[in-house]
């Protein structure tokens, strides 16, 4: 079903990288979304009526929340595919992520609303109505949401759509809210006992885990995340190919919104190649990063001595021993300096984001002798960053 709504609605579908193909998938898992929760919201409004239902009734509403989601999401969808302009020289991308944390809020605040009218129906309960046709509707609601979701997924994967990936997140929290209203009902037929409220406040809950969920997800990328270690490792790699590059560091990365990145990274050349040659293969790995990775790439270039035997053993040494210290680290941006009393060695090194400043020193402190104890000529002149590499999961 899937790919069949995606071959007749999306033109150039394989095409995921343009824009206009982005939003064509925006705008139809959109209007999906707009049809399959209107549908769900009237069925459970009436059964919710009919049975007397506050968790029923606050799933309906939930769904109509969705709907809602739904036509805000495609407006976002529609703004963010406008064209950079004078004042955003980026483009409107980020723009989608706000429609999501707007769709968040919302989540949030019919989760809010029907907590309260739960804790109401637990404090005076109403009587139930169980009709079999009732909860055989609420059990096909829930295999269309499961659908919505993971039609939503499928289609979020393929754009890199974070809204998508919300979008599956909070679908199937509905699954489990229809879910758990089923199994209220039943146990209400089996025992006679009347947890309808308490299932209602645990649906509430639920919703306002999902609006949370959504928010956070969205918020990631506006306040500006770590580059994803995947990313990072093909953008090094794409750069570190072509001949004349030794090595890379210092990679940073900005999301302007989905499929729409800026880059900038150091790249070494030898010290010894022409630099206007060195400047043109430059040249020509920016233009082809656009072209192939789909990233606006910015490339410093780092004269490095890839010759000396001198320097580069003493590197090595560095290298070596950095990583006896700590292996989370490492170093670039070496150079050597030599006087006739002493060595200076000049490199920037790279630690974990999260060490504090009193581990920055003590690490730095430590280097630095070590190396003083190889040979007590070196002087260090030691810059100490971080990396901007989120973490693999465990």
């Not at 109509?64 to 004078?86: N, Q």
């Not at 209400?188 to 406040?201: H, K, L, P, Q, S």
């Amino acid at each position: 079903m899937t790919e069949f709504l995606v071959k007749h609605f999306v033109k150039d579908y394989q095409d995921v990288e343009k824009i206009s193909v982005r939003t064509a998938y925006g705008v139809l898992a959109s209007f999906v979304g707009i049809f399959c929760n209107v549908f769900l919201f009237i069925v459970k409004f009436i059964v919710g009526l009919i049975l007397h239902s506050v968790s029923v009734t606050a799933d309906a509403f939930n769904n109509l929340s969705d709907a809602g989601s739904s036509i805000i999401s495609f407006v976002g969808v529609k703004m963010a595919e406008k064209p950079a302009d004078r004042d955003h020289p980026f483009g409107h991308g980020r723009i989608e992520y706000i429609a999501a944390l707007i769709v968040s809020f919302l989540v949030l605040e019919v989760g809010f609303t029907f907590l309260k009218d739960s804790i109401g129906k637990i404090r005076t309960p109403e009587a139930l109505n169980f009709q079999a046709v009732s909860v055989v509707i609420l059990i096909l609601s829930i295999a269309v949401k499961l659908w919505l979701g993971l039609f939503n997924r499928k289609l979020g994967v393929k754009i890199d759509s974070k809204v998508m990936q919300a979008v599956f997140t909070d679908s199937m929290g509905d699954v489990i809210t229809t879910g758990a209203t089923v199994a209220s009902l039943l146990f209400f037929r089996i025992t006679g006992i009347n947890i309808d409220g308490i299932v209602g406040a645990c649906v509430a809950l639920v919703v306002m885990w999902a609006g949370v969920g959504i928010a956070k997800d969205t918020l990631e990328p506006l306040i500006g995340e770590a580059i994803d270690p995947e990313m990072y490792d093909e953008i090094k790699r794409f750069v570190e190919s072509y001949d004349g590059i030794v090595g890379t560091h210092d990679l940073i990365v900005h999301n302007y919104g989905p499929g729409r990145s800026m880059a900038s990274i150091h790249a070494e050349v030898p010290n010894d190649v022409n630099i206007e040659q060195s400047h043109e293969i430059i040249d020509r790995i920016e233009r082809e990063a656009s072209r192939e990775l789909g990233v606006f790439l910015v490339i410093h270039m780092d004269p490095v001595e890839t010759k000396d035997t001198r320097v580069l053993h003493i590197r090595s040494q560095a290298v070596r021993l950095l990583r006896s210290l700590d292996p989370a680290c490492s170093l670039h941006d070496f150079r050597v300096v030599h006087g006739e009393k002493q060595i200076n060695l000049i490199f920037d090194m790279v630690v974990p984001i999260d060490y504090s400043r009193e581990k920055r020193k003590e690490l730095s402190e430590e280097m630095e002798k070590r190396l003083k104890d190889m040979d007590e000529r070196y002087e260090c002149v030691i810059t100490v960053e971080s990396d901007y590499v989120a973490k693999t999961e465990e």
